[in-house]
């Protein structure tokens, strides 16, 4: 069955940085499209970054420039490198994959 893990979140100081990753199984990552979605408390879960197949990112306007998403096929992981992280984005952050699979999400932390 497919199973998204992740891991890397914590509580980081304003201006920090952190690196998710999410380990993928149960189905043909090299050729699936990858999503991050985060969820702050009280508010809908948002679409936070992106990645084809092919590598092909996009991101949500707030993050632009300061997250970046990649993929290694052969570990099927996928990541997001979070610098310059402001205390907005904090929230539980999932990863996600067609046609509905979530992780359990991992719990981003900013503040001093």
């Known amino acids: 069955q497919v199973q998204l893990v992740e891991s890397g979140g914590g509580l980081v100081q304003p201006g920090g940085s952190l690196r998710l990753s999410c380990a993928a199984s149960?189905?043909?990552?090299?050729?699936?499209?990858m999503r991050w979605y985060r969820q702050a408390p009280g508010k809908e879960r948002e679409l936070v970054a992106a990645?084809?197949?092919?590598?092909?990112?996009t991101y949500a306007d707030s993050v632009k420039g300061r997250f970046t998403i990649s993929r290694d096929n052969a570990k099927n992981t996928v990541y997001l490198q979070m610098n310059s992280l402001k205390p907005e984005d904090t929230a539980v952050y999932y990863c996600?994959?067609?046609?509905?699979?979530w992780g359990q999400g991992t719990q981003v932390t900013v503040s001093s």
């Open positions: 990645i084809t197949n092919f590598g092909g990112a």
């Open positions: 996600y994959v067609l046609p509905g699979y």
């Open positions: 149960g189905f043909t990552f090299a050729s699936s499209n």
